[in-house]
Nanobody
Framework: QVQLVESGGGSVQAGGSLRLSCAAS???????MGWFRQAPGKEREGVAT???????RYTDSVRGRFTISKDTAKNILYLEMNDLRPDDTATYYC??????????????????WGKGTLVTIAS
């Protein structure tokens, strides 16, 4: 299994942008890759996933504002976040799933997790 390390978190004003990166220790081409987040006092939720064919899925609250992508030459997963809102504040986790099947925006599709990077949006 690959190991995952997130970076790029920080604190920005509402309306601003951030790009998160997730460096993988191995080849991510055939993985279902995803971003998840957990806000203080809330359960972890799926944000976006991208499969081996670069098909993207998003949770409704971020669609149109966030873009997931991957660089398979560098084994890096990205999350471009625009028009950030205070309720986007959370620790963001990168995840990878190796199982065959749909690459859903669900924790059940993932079996490897990074340690997270904190994103704070000030109003």
């Amino acid at each position: 299994q690959v190991q995952l390390v997130e970076s790029g978190g920080g604190s920005v004003q509402a309306g601003g942008s951030l790009r998160l990166s997730c460096a993988a220790s191995g080849d991510i081409r055939n993985y279902c890759m995803g971003w998840f987040r957990q806000a203080p006092g809330k359960e972890r939720e799926g944000v976006a996933t991208i499969n081996a064919y670069h098909t993207q899925r998003y949770t409704d609250s971020v669609r149109g504002r966030f873009t997931i992508s991957k660089d398979t030459a560098k084994n890096i997963l990205y999350l471009e976040m625009n028009d950030l809102r205070p309720d986007d504040t959370a620790t963001y986790y990168c995840a990878a799933g190796s199982a065959v099947g749909p690459c859903l925006v669900s924790s059940e599709a993932m079996d490897t997790w990074g340690k997270g990077t904190l994103v704070t949006i000030a109003s």
